[in-house]
Antibody, heavy 119, light 106 residues
Framework: EVQLLESGGGLVQPGGSLRLSCAAS????????MNWVRQAPGKGLEWVSV????????FYPDSVKGRFTISRDNSKNTLYLQMNSLRAEDTAVYYC????????????WGQGTLVTVSS | EIVLTQSPATLSLSPGERATLSCRAS??????LAWYQQKPGQAPRLLIY???NRATGIPARFSGSGSGTDFTLTISSLEPEDFAVYYC????????FGQGTKVEIK
């Protein structure tokens, strides 16, 4: 069974940093691109970042570019999101999501981890 | 950046009725459009990819259509478990989602 399990969320002050992890199991992790998607309380889905299967290419929307860094360790079947210079508007549930294939939609999602940015 | 606009924002229907949800792209996305379902407190679930292909395990009452800029998700006969929020998604310089359509019980 394909499973994704996020961890690392919590309360952080504005300007602070946090690193999220996503442990993957049940599939060949190094064959698939992976994404982070977030959802602010009561709001819709916002894509945050993508990394290709080999960990070479990454992309971000303007809202997080220069502050967030996606990475992966294929030897540990784990995806990461390093978040720096956090703002109140980064408060959200963060999901990791597996692509169906190269640049394909997301066919498996984790349960999410809540990040709260507040003083 | 391609913007996806979903309508209506809320759809109030009864079980057994047909639901028709719309997603319009600000420019052509060819057939690279997906639909997701999200229930309260749960992660989204992939329903439809490439505009009209059902994902694994998705019931036949869910269907998708469209290409270019106009897309539709149809639920032929609503079951109690179908009341949820539905999002469309496209890929172009990354991924974007529509703002969602809530299907609620009338």
């Amino acid at each position: 069974e394909v499973q994704l399990l996020e961890s690392g969320g919590g309360l952080v002050q504005p300007g602070g940093s946090l690193r999220l992890s996503c442990a993957a199991s049940g599939f060949t992790f190094n064959n698939y691109g992976m994404n982070w998607v977030r959802q602010a309380p009561g709001k819709g889905l916002e894509w945050v970042s993508v990394i290709d299967a080999g960990g070479v290419n990454t992309f971000y929307p303007d809202s997080v570019k220069g502050r967030f860094t996606i990475s992966r360790d294929n030897s540990k079947n784990t995806l990461y999101l390093q978040m720096n210079s956090l703002r109140a508007e980064d408060t959200a549930v963060y999901y990791c999501a597996k692509e169906q294939g190269f640049m394909r939609p997301f066919d498996c999602w984790g349960q999410g981890t809540l990040v709260t940015v507040s003083s | 950046e391609i913007v996806l606009t979903q309508s209506p924002a809320t759809l109030s229907l009864s079980p057994g009725e047909r639901a028709t949800l719309s997603c319009r792209a600000s420019q052509s996305v060819s057939s690279y459009l997906a639909w997701y379902q999200q229930k309260p407190g749960q992660a989204p679930r992939l329903l439809i990819y490439d505009a009209s292909n059902r994902a694994t395990g998705i019931p036949a009452r869910f269907s998708g259509s469209g290409s270019g800029t106009d897309f539709t998700l149809t639920i032929s006969s609503l079951e109690p478990e179908d009341f949820a929020v539905y999002y469309c998604q496209q890929r172009s310089s990354g991924w974007t989602f529509g703002q969602g359509t809530k299907v609620e019980i009338k």
